[in-house]
């Protein structure tokens, strides 16, 4: 297994993964995350025998991201690092790939000098998978809001680095 940046080539698997999970996270079509990679300070991948198997797109405070998740972290931090979405592959849940990446992001960030990592989670309707997953990597609660128009709740996560 690697861990590489992202590349433009990656973006039709990377794509479909989302999509795959889009229950979990927001839609991206091919447009869209070439807008997101665009304003990402991380963006990368791991690749499994030549298949992309997982990605984490993160972006940094300053970033000209307009979401309300990185706005609500934006007016709490001033330095951090926003995990937009992270997506394994379904057939690789429960091996590690998901924490292989954050530790990958988590190094990033403390030689980038930034004191936390910021996400969020699916509240209501909860994901619990998510939130276990989160906890067990440091994160933990920070606030809460509603959003799309009050159908969904999200718990506003932090996990501090020295």
Not at 2 to 25: G, H, M, S, W
Not at 36 to 62: C, N, P
Not at 132 to 158: C, D, P, T
Request: hydrophobic share 45%.
């Amino acid at each position: 297994m690697i861990i590489r940046d992202a590349r433009q080539k990656d973006y039709p698997a990377i794509v479909k993964l989302n999509a795959d999970a889009v229950e979990f996270t927001s839609a991206m079509d091919l447009e869209r995350l070439d807008q997101l990679s665009t304003l990402a300070a991380y963006h990368r991948v791991v690749e499994s025998r030549g298949r992309l198997i997982a990605f984490l797109l993160a972006m940094k405070d300053g970033a000209a991201y307009q979401n309300d998740n990185f706005k609500w972290f934006s007016s709490r931090y001033e330095k951090f690092l926003y995990v937009d979405r992270i997506v394994v592959d379904e057939v690789y849940h429960g091996r590690g790939i998901g924490t292989l990446l954050y530790k990958d992001l988590f190094d990033y960030v403390r030689a980038q000098g930034i004191p936390v990592v910021t996400c969020e989670i699916n509240a209501f309707p909860p994901n619990k998978v998510s939130a276990i997953f989160h906890a067990g990597l440091g994160f933990s609660e920070v606030g809460s809001q509603w959003i799309g128009n009050g159908q969904k709740k999200v718990s506003m996560q932090a996990r501090l680095l020295q």
